[in-house]
């Protein structure tokens, strides 16, 4: 990650903007301070990704919010190729007065933009929905982009960075939310405790999308009851009848992360 930080920093003189992607399920949860603090001489767009898998109402709530905090902000999904093409414009009207000087100046030359955010916020993804192709290294799990490249599209160069965490979490709310997404590496996490935390938070904030999907009829049972009766309904039984929560919780964590649990917003 050290080396990441250095590298972009590096690059930042080559670029005119930033295109930092962020998960629209836990937007707060995906800002990584340390970039953001890189990044603050430069036109920055706040890029909430996957925003097909994000409750409209709190999507909108968020960006309103950003928008009042002086970011600029908008919400997208790379499987809209119209949302792409908004994102395309935009992109041009945030450097709008650079464009201006260079054409003043007689200069006409691809604006930059770096594009950055912690692994698996879809970096990668967004620049082959722009490009219209597969130019960038693509995965559904965090650190597949190792390096940087650059990628051209008509008027536009994008460099594609790898996903950079903060080095330390102070939030560990919001460290859950990246665990829940996918942008820990799930090797170093314990699925059922995880699990466990998700049916704990999800409970609190989207209780009807619990008891829907899983057919859980008291909604107020504990986690763990919870957990077991999703064994019972899904057949996650081990010989002599007992649970068995690893496949239950990787299951569960599965349904959220592929949006089959319903559209939510984390923070």
Request: glycine letters at 8%; proline letters at 3%.
């Amino acid at each position: 990650m050290t080396a990441a930080v250095r590298m972009m920093e590096e690059n930042l003189k080559f670029v005119d903007g930033v295109l930092l992607v962020l998960d629209a399920r836990a937007p707060r949860s995906s800002i990584n301070g340390k970039l953001e603090r890189l990044f603050s001489n430069k036109k920055v767009l706040y890029l909430l990704n996957k925003s097909d898998l994000a409750d409209d109402k709190k999507l909108r709530e968020t960006i309103s919010q950003f928008k009042s905090e002086g970011k600029e902000a908008i919400a997208v999904s790379a499987l809209d190729k119209k949302a792409t093409d908004f994102l395309y414009d935009k992109m041009f009207i945030l450097l709008k007065d650079k464009l201006l000087k260079n054409k003043e100046k007689g200069v006409f030359k691809p604006i930059r933009f770096m594009v950055a955010g912690i692994p698996n916020t879809g970096k990668s993804t967004i620049i082959n929905a722009l490009t219209g192709g597969k130019k960038a290294i693509t995965g559904d799990k965090a650190g597949v982009t190792r390096g940087k490249q650059w990628v051209r599209i008509k008027e536009l160069e994008l460099l594609d960075t790898p996903g950079t965490m903060p080095p330390a979490f102070e939030n560990q709310t919001f460290a859950k939310h990246l665990a829940y997404i996918g942008s820990l590496n799930d090797a170093n996490i314990d699925m059922g405790d995880l699990a466990f935390e998700f049916i704990s938070e999800m409970k609190e904030l989207y209780p009807e999308l619990i008891k829907d999907k899983y057919g859980i009829e008291d909604i107020n049972l504990p986690p763990l009851e919870i957990m077991n009766a999703i064994c019972v309904r899904r057949g996650f039984l081990m010989r002599g009848g007992e649970f068995d929560y690893d496949r239950c919780a990787k299951a569960i964590i599965d349904d959220f992360r592929k949006g089959r649990i319903g559209k939510v917003v984390l923070d």
